[in-house]
């Protein structure tokens, strides 16, 4: 059977995919943000996982104003790298794993969550950034995608509960497919970020250290944060924390905490990282 | 009270709702058509032609020409959207968050090294916190 083997969360700033593809990474500016990074690449070096159920948000690359589903899975075989207006990042072509994402998909819509099935997704830096930070620059890389995409552009995005719930009855469909792989659950984006408007720049350390805590001990807690305390508390961007609670609703009730990264900037944003196991 | 209606408290930020989806509809697919390098040397060879293809308004084509962001985002825009107006330019996000908040790059760089803009006094405009 099909097994969650670890969970991990990570912010997605495309300045880090570009500081990546320029080269930049060792700079005053950069190193620090890498750092962070260096233990997850030996980590997932030995965890050698077979499939990576990574949840993300597309920003404006796959999905257009004309059709903005709140849940998109990728049931493809391939998902090609967007232009997301300067050229496709270069990075490997993303494989799907179809038979576990058309199962996933299955059970997650006969547990009531209405998924948008896509047989054909762009995939932008929400979900390259992080397969380099945690794979770095391979020809191709080690592992099946699945893509898994939330709408946290368009309010209402869907409450940090919904995500949670989502996130346990992931669970379930993962333990009930039949071949034997290892599977991790990703949860991206955020953390405290505004990218707009008079505001932007805007940073809350201590909402972030917070939610690094809660998401480890106590994720009932975070489910209750509203629409609107994420948008003053965290930015406009920083909504983006609820994928990680599809993360972490995948893990059951206690995890063990492997791995915790934070630093202030990257661009316009925090960066928080953290790597969980199931306790189970 | 309904949180929508808290929005416009929050200090210098455009929540972008359903209803601002509709506004800025056009304008955000014109936004999009520059992820193809064709349409981006199409744009940049001739910005007032190719905007004249798209059912834009007066207010959200001068915003896109000025380069003028807060307005763009005041008209309907959204800034993943925009996004593809200054990549297809060159300009970072860096670059043109600072444009927004009315200081330097430099400024706006060192404040983020500094730990960003504090939540202190920008969480609400009523309430003054």
């Known amino acids: 059977m099909a097994r969650v083997q670890a969970g991990v969360t990570t912010s997605h700033v495309p300045a880090i995919g570009a500081a990546i593809d320029r080269g930049q990474t060792e700079t005053d500016y950069w190193r620090p943000v890498f750092a962070g990074y260096e233990f997850s690449k030996r980590w997932m070096a030995e965890q050698r996982p077979d499939v990576i159920f990574l949840v993300y948000n597309d920003h404006a690359s796959n999905f257009s104003?004309?059709?903005?589903?709140?849940?998109?899975?990728?049931?493809?075989e391939e998902f090609t790298v967007a232009d997301e207006g300067f050229g496709p990042r270069p990075v490997p072509p993303v494989l799907g794993h179809p038979e576990l994402a058309c199962h996933i998909a299955e059970s997650l819509i006969l547990d009531d969550f209405d998924l948008t099935i896509m047989n054909k997704l762009d995939v932008d830096h929400g979900l390259t950034v992080p397969m380099s930070l945690l794979f770095g620059q391979p020809t191709a890389w080690p592992v099946k995608v699945i893509p898994f995409a939330v709408n946290v552009v368009e309010y209402p995005q869907p409450s940090g509960q919904r995500c949670f719930n989502l996130g346990r009855a992931l669970r379930r469909a993962i333990e009930s497919f039949p071949e034997d792989l290892n599977v991790q659950v990703w949860g991206t984006g955020g953390m405290s970020h505004q990218l707009q408007g008079p505001r932007a720049g805007f940073i809350n350390s201590t909402f972030d250290?917070?939610?690094?805590?809660?998401?480890?001990?106590?994720?009932?807690?975070?489910?209750?944060?509203?629409?609107?305390?994420?948008?003053?508390?965290?930015?406009?961007?920083?909504?983006?924390m609820i994928m990680w609670l599809v993360m972490r609703g995948a893990m059951g009730e206690r995890v063990r905490e492997v791995h915790r990264h934070y630093h202030v900037p990257a661009s316009n944003s925090a960066v928080g990282h953290l790597i969980v196991e199931p306790n189970s | 009270m309904n949180d929508k209606e808290e929005f416009d408290d929050i200090p210098g930020t455009t929540v972008f709702t359903t209803q601002r989806s509709r506004q800025g509809f056009h304008l955000n697919q014109f936004c999009m058509s520059l992820m193809k390098p064709e349409n981006r040397e199409?744009?940049?060879?001739?910005?007032?032609?190719?905007?004249?293809?798209?059912?834009?308004?007066?207010?959200?084509?001068?915003?896109?020409?000025?380069?003028?962001?807060?307005?763009?985002?005041?008209?309907?825009?959204?800034?993943?959207?925009?996004?593809?107006?200054?990549?297809?330019?060159?300009?970072?996000?860096?670059?043109?968050?600072?444009?927004?908040?009315?200081?330097?790059?430099?400024?706006?760089?060192?404040?983020?090294?500094?730990?960003?803009?504090?939540?202190?006094?920008?969480?609400?405009?009523?309430?003054?916190?």
């Open chain 1, 65 to 76: 104003l004309e059709c903005l589903p709140t849940f998109a899975i990728g049931c493809a």
């Open chain 2, 42 to 129: 199409r744009f940049r060879a001739d910005e007032e032609g190719y905007l004249s293809q798209w059912a834009l308004t007066d207010a959200q084509r001068d915003a896109v020409l000025r380069r003028d962001y807060n307005a763009a985002i005041a008209e309907g825009g959204n800034i993943y959207f925009l996004a593809k107006i200054f990549a297809t330019d060159g300009r970072s996000f860096v670059d043109v968050a600072a444009q927004m908040t009315d200081m330097t790059v430099e400024d706006y760089t060192q404040m983020m090294l500094n730990g960003g803009r504090s939540p202190e006094g920008n969480r609400s405009i009523r309430e003054g916190r």
């Open chain 1, 209 to 240: 250290q917070s939610f690094l805590d809660r998401l480890v001990d106590d994720p009932d807690a975070l489910c209750q944060i509203r629409h609107l305390e994420y948008l003053r508390e965290s930015g406009s961007e920083g909504i983006e």
